[in-house]
């Protein structure tokens, strides 16, 4: 089993930065990807930047250019580093690991609150 623990999550101004980091409890042979997902209320899971073992990254069009994603593989962790925040930021932040033919894993969420 391996257990994903996210950190950074807190309250700040809109225009501040905020940088979450993510650590899994063991090395994962088959992980393929390591991402941020977010959720806001009443809303679903969404994604926000995913990081493949190759450096190759993706972003949701509506942080592009404000949040940057990067991983250390080995120290078995991720981070989103998150610039310009917005009060539609504000959500759950959850990281995730997605491995190939193997279950996904998914951290407990840290809570990013933005206000205006």
């Known amino acids: 089993q391996v257990q994903l623990v996210e950190s950074g999550g807190g309250l700040v101004q809109a225009g501040g930065s905020l940088r979450l980091s993510c650590v899994a409890s063991?090395?994962?042979?088959?992980?393929?990807?390591m991402g941020w997902y977010r959720q806001a209320p009443g809303k679903q899971r969404a994604l926000v930047a995913t990081?493949?073992?190759?450096?190759?990254?993706n972003y949701a069009d509506s942080v592009k250019g404000r949040f940057t994603i990067s991983g250390d593989s080995a120290k078995n962790m991720v981070y989103l580093q998150m610039n310009s925040l917005k009060p539609e930021d504000t959500a759950v932040y959850y990281c995730?690991?997605?491995?190939?033919?193997?279950?996904?894993?998914w951290g407990q969420g840290t809570q990013v609150t933005v206000s205006s």
């Open positions: 063991r090395s994962i042979f088959n992980m393929n990807a």
């Open positions: 990081i493949t073992r190759r450096g190759s990254t």
């Open positions: 995730k690991v997605i491995t190939l033919g193997g279950p996904d894993y």
